[in-house]
């Protein structure tokens, strides 16, 4: 059983930075996708970003591309969200989610996930 923690969250002023980190345990981590979701009152759950731990490649949704950057750690036991330039629509609580990679999988949607972390809220103010 997958086990997700998200840390790093917090309130930041509008053109800030911030690091999110998913710290993942449970299970080999080799050949998993890692998302990164999030929602904002009132809002439909989005996909931010998402990663392969075998090949490291990665997607980002259009409202962040150029802002967030998604990583991982050589263990393959914490994927990082930076993310810079941070506007105020990008108050939300965020979530981490992960799933073995397979055929025809959706890294960008919810749906093809089945573990989450609990969430953590980013909040951008000044």
């Known amino acids: 059983q997958l086990r997700l923690v998200e840390s790093g969250g917090g309130l930041v002023q509008p053109g800030g930075s911030l690091r999110l980190s998913c710290a993942v345990s449970?299970?080999?981590?080799?050949?998993?996708?890692i998302g990164w979701f999030r929602r904002a009152p009132g809002k439909e759950r989005e996909g931010v970003s998402c990663?392969?731990?075998?090949?490291?490649?990665?997607n980002y949704a259009d409202s962040v591309k150029g802002r967030f950057t998604i990583s991982r750690d050589d263990a393959k036991t914490t994927v990082y969200l930076q993310m810079n330039s941070l506007k105020p629509e990008d108050t939300a609580v965020y979530y981490c989610?992960?799933?073995?990679?397979?055929?025809?999988?959706?890294?960008?949607?919810?749906?093809?996930?089945?573990?989450w972390g609990q969430g953590i809220q980013v909040t951008v103010s000044s």
């Open positions: 989610a992960a799933d073995p990679e397979r055929k025809y999988f959706h890294c960008s949607s919810p749906y093809d996930y089945d573990y």
């Open positions: 990663i392969s731990t075998s090949v490291g490649s990665t």
């Open positions: 449970g299970d080999n981590l080799d050949y998993y996708y």
